[in-house]
């Protein structure tokens, strides 16, 4: 069996469905407890990444339209919520707050089954 890999040939991290929830639900616990509550209404964020695309970003079959797939898997890589985890060490809470509520947004949607999407706008791993 091949592994599946991001854009870049990377392999996907693989992990139990349950273990991304949690992940998820941890994060968005962290940035609320370190910010503010209120810093949850920004955990819609990485979604938007997909109205570049259009309002119609999803056809009939479930298949993301070519203009949303690269925003969404940009908006939806690990790569994100580490590198601003990384800058928090000179930006501050805040920064690491949002961070863990990125991370909140993917481990979630990961938990539901809401992976990258391939070059044809098909979810790549369930």
């Known amino acids: 069996m091949s592994d599946i890999t991001n854009t870049a040939g990377l ?3 693989r992990l139990n ?3 991304w929830l949690a992940l998820g639900i941890a994060g968005a616990v962290c940035a609320a407890l370190l910010v503010s509550p209120w810093l949850l209404a920004a955990w819609i964020v990485p979604d938007l ?3 570049a695309g259009g309002f119609r970003i999803v056809d ?3 298949r993301m339209r070519p203009a949303a797939i690269r925003g ?3 908006a939806h890589a690990l790569l994100g919520p580490a590198m601003l985890a990384l800058a928090s060490i000179a930006l501050g809470h805040i ?3 949002a961070a863990a509520l990125w991370l909140s947004h993917i481990a979630i949607d990961r938990a539901l089954g809401y992976w990258p999407r391939d070059a044809h706008g098909e979810i790549r791993h369930g």
């Open 11 to 13: 392999p996907l991290l």
């Open 17 to 19: 469905r349950a273990v």
């Open 49 to 51: 990444s997909v109205l």
């Open 60 to 62: 009939e079959q479930g």
């Open 72 to 74: 969404y898997n940009a």
């Open 95 to 97: 920064a690491i707050a």
